[in-house]
């Protein structure tokens, strides 16, 4: 859960990381991943966003993340379930996978039957 610095019945204030930057370097699987939070104002009833503006940039090394446990939790069930890091990447790396064949795959082909080419 995000940091909630102040509450009330219909508004909230909150640090989100609303970029992350992967900077991965596949020789030695790490490099730096950059948080870049910022301060929310908003009201979560009406989804409307009063103010948001950039706050700090915090760095963390993938072999770190990577390397610790973290707790989830089902958005839906409120299910909890402690998950190790290195699925973190598994994850980022399947997804990129997945956006990448779709945007080059080629489109599929479609042809005719094959047929008696016309003959009487």
């Given at each position: 859960?995000?940091?909630?610095l102040?509450?009330?019945n ?7 990381a ?11 699987n ?21 103010s ?8 963390a ?5 990577i ?31 997945r ?6 795959s080629?489109?599929a082909?479609v042809?005719?039957?094959l047929?008696d080419?016309?003959?009487?």
């Amino acid at each position: 859960m995000s940091p909630i610095l102040s509450e009330s019945n219909n508004n909230r204030v909150e640090m989100l990381a609303t970029r992350i930057e992967v900077q991965w370097d596949f020789r030695n699987n790490d490099g730096p991943v950059l948080f870049n939070f910022d301060r929310v104002d908003w009201d979560p009833v009406a989804n409307h966003v009063n103010s948001r503006e950039y706050d700090r940039t915090i760095p963390a090394r993938i072999q770190t993340l990577i390397g610790r446990e973290y707790t989830i939790i089902h958005p839906v069930t409120g299910e909890q379930e402690v998950v190790p890091g290195w699925k973190l990447m598994a994850l980022i790396k399947a997804a990129t996978d997945r956006v990448w064949e779709a945007a080059t795959s080629p489109p599929a082909v479609v042809t005719a039957p094959l047929g008696d080419g016309g003959a009487t």
